[in-house]
């Protein structure tokens, strides 16, 4: 039991070591690219700005982007609406304009 004084310099200094290390941890996660993503230039663009996490949740829309013909109905834009990480409808459209671009 300690005054309330005391008791809040102790909590400030617990919340900036915590933040210190979240910090910290976003750092490394925004520099290391995870091997899976070395071959994929849209992955390789993104390393420095984004966090691993985000970085897996694109990876997984990208993949479902290719499972089928997405349009944006099937999609349900999860990640856009919690996250606001583009979906696998707008991957796959932006992947189809750069496909017809380089086509026409």
């Known amino acids: ?6 008791c809040w310099d102790e909590i400030d ?7 210190g290390e979240i910090q910290g941890s976003f750092g490394r ?3 290391v690219l995870e091997h899976k993503y070395k071959n ?19 990876y997984d829309e990208l993949k479902r982007s290719k499972t089928f013909a ?6 349900g834009c999860v990640q856009k609406t919690l996250y606001g990480l583009p979906c696998a409808c707008i ?5 189809n304009q750069k496909v017809a671009s380089c086509l026409g």
């Open 1 to 6: 039991m300690a005054d309330l004084a005391s």
């Open 13 to 19: 200094k617990m919340l900036a070591v915590q933040f």
């Open 29 to 31: 996660s925004k520099t």
């Open 40 to 58: 994929i230039k849209m992955m390789r663009e993104l390393e420095g700005y984004v966090s691993r996490r985000a970085l897996k949740f694109i």
């Open 70 to 75: 997405f349009d944006k109905e099937d999609c």
């Open 91 to 95: 991957i796959a459209m932006k992947s």
